[in-house]
């Protein structure tokens, strides 16, 4: 967290922070540690131009408790996105048409579903709240993502790389230059040229998180 908020003032509008917690850390952590993330978070928060990534993560946690634990962690980071009036980025690793049915329940402004790899009906649900998904460089590779892609409009996409990890080169560390890919991808799929998925999805970042 203190990294990233350093960055972002060493490099005025161009790199820009989020404040938030990854489920699968959230669920090992105690009352105190997270109420203590959360108040650091609190007192950074006017730095920051969004909340997240929060949410669930079906994946790595398996057993009951820690995923009614993320859920209650989850609702702390909604409200703490609708109270700050920052847009929330969500994490839903295997979960989510729960993570969606949580949020239905807090009316939260602005919300981008990060990595988005869950099924086409949640997706159009999703976007029919008015909320967004954000794809990364798995669209270069994985045959389920492209088809999403096909299948979605632009104006409710966003892009990302989530490096370290999803390189679209086989044994290459992920890198922010990587997201090129994955706009070429875009444009391939969606028949188009690749500056009008650049000017879309570019518009769409600056317009949720005011930048």
């Known amino acids: 967290m203190r990294r990233s908020i350093r960055l972002s003032e060493e490099y005025k509008h161009f790199i820009y922070s989020t404040l938030?917690?990854?489920?699968?850390?959230?669920?090992?952590?105690?009352?105190e540690l997270i109420e203590t993330i959360i108040k650091e978070i609190e007192d950074n928060i006017e730095?920051?131009?969004?909340?997240?990534?929060?949410g669930l993560d079906f994946h790595h946690t398996r057993d009951l408790e820690g995923r009614r634990r993320q859920e209650?962690?989850?609702?702390?980071?909604?409200?703490?996105?609708?109270?700050?009036?920052?847009?929330?980025?969500?994490?839903?690793?295997?979960?989510?048409?729960?993570a969606f049915k949580i949020l239905k329940e807090h009316p939260i402004e602005n919300a981008i579903f990060h990595c988005y790899s869950g099924d086409l009906d949640t997706a159009k649900n999703i976007i029919e709240e008015g909320y967004h998904l954000s794809f990364s460089t798995m669209i270069c590779f994985i045959?389920?993502?492209q088809r999403l892609i096909k299948d979605l409009p632009l104006q409710s996409i966003l892009t990302e790389t989530d490096s370290p990890y999803l390189s679209?080169?086989?044994?290459r560390r992920n890198e922010p230059p990587y997201l090129e890919e994955a706009v070429k991808?875009?444009?391939?799929?969606k028949n188009t040229n690749i500056q009008e998925v650049d000017s879309i999805t570019e518009k769409?970042?600056?317009?949720i998180f005011r930048i």
Do not use: C, T
């Not at 962690?73 to 703490?80: A, Q, R, T, V």
């Not at 769409?204 to 317009?207: E, F, G, P």
């Open 47 to 54: 730095r920051a131009v969004g909340v997240g990534e929060s």
């Open 204 to 207: 769409n970042a600056k317009k």
């Open 185 to 189: 991808k875009i444009a391939q799929l």
């Open 168 to 171: 679209p080169f086989k044994g």
């Open 143 to 145: 045959d389920h993502h």
């Open 72 to 98: 209650k962690i989850f609702k702390l980071f909604i409200e703490l996105a609708i109270e700050y009036e920052l847009p929330l980025i969500i994490h839903a690793r295997e979960s989510e048409k729960q």
């Open 20 to 31: 938030g917690l990854h489920p699968a850390d959230a669920a090992r952590m105690g009352d």
